[in-house]
């Protein structure tokens, strides 16, 4: 079993949608959460960042961790064009451990 | 803001060249970091560093290597280009070694012929 695993897409949506992006993971020990977004021919750049289990809700978008059930998630509400890129999870133990685990990435595109 | 400056945003070298990829980043941040970025494989990490002229192998350190002789400078060295090594390369640095979210470049698309 893969250690984060990220469906792919990709997932294409109309301008207004509300977007559910997903990751789940195995190793009970991660316990920091992270969204990155990344634009075509750009880096990744950090999106949402929270720790342990619970809700963090920024503007439009909120990112939701679930440690009991393994499993991550990002809404997006009012989706707009813009939105349109590669969304990335990742997530680490902490501790000693400097380690940042990427999920492979969901492709967005948002049509006006 | 954090600036993570890649050198080049294009290269192309032959197999068998020394290529060297430089990233600075103005933050005065302890921890730098190289992944390669490719198509179903997602982010890699090749090399990181927590400290000057210090070093650590990550993930697939095969056939790279690393050096970081200024706090704010990071370079890859491919010793001896492979095709297999043609990849978006992204450097990244972070102020924290355990908690801090990593702050990315524009990457330095790699072609090996």
């Known amino acids: 079993q893969k250690e984060v695993e990220q469906d792919p897409g990709p997932l294409s949506v109309p301008e207004g949608a509300i977007v559910s992006l997903n990751c789940t993971y195995s190793?009970?020990?991660?316990?920091?959460f992270m969204w990155y977004r990344q634009y075509s021919r750009k880096g990744p750049e950090l999106l949402m960042y929270t720790y342990s289990s619970g809700n963090k809700e920024d503007g439009r978008f909120t990112a939701q961790v679930d440690k009991s059930s393994k499993y991550i998630s990002l809404f997006i509400r009012d989706s707009q064009p813009s939105d349109s890129a590669t969304y990335l999870c990742a997530m680490s133990s902490g501790g000693s451990n400097y380690k940042l685990t990427f999920g492979k990435g969901t492709l967005l595109t948002v049509n006006p | 803001d954090v600036k993570v400056t890649q050198s080049s945003r294009y290269l192309v070298k032959r197999t068998g060249e020394k290529v060297f990829l430089e990233c600075v980043q103005d933050?005065?941040?302890?921890?730098m970091f190289w992944y390669r970025q490719d198509p179903g494989l997602g982010l890699r990490l090749i090399y990181f560093s927590y400290d000057v002229k210090m070093k650590e192998k990550g993930d697939i350190p095969e056939g790279y290597s690393v050096s970081r002789e200024k706090k704010e400078r990071f370079s890859l060295i491919l010793e001896s280009a492979s095709t297999n090594q043609t990849s978006m390369y992204l450097c990244?640095?972070?102020?924290?070694?355990?908690?801090?979210?990593?702050?990315f470049g524009n990457g330095t698309r790699l072609t090996v012929t």
């Open positions: 933050m005065d941040h302890e921890n």
């Open positions: 990244a640095s972070s102020s924290d070694r355990v908690v801090a979210p990593l702050h």
């Open positions: 190793n009970s020990a991660f316990q920091y």
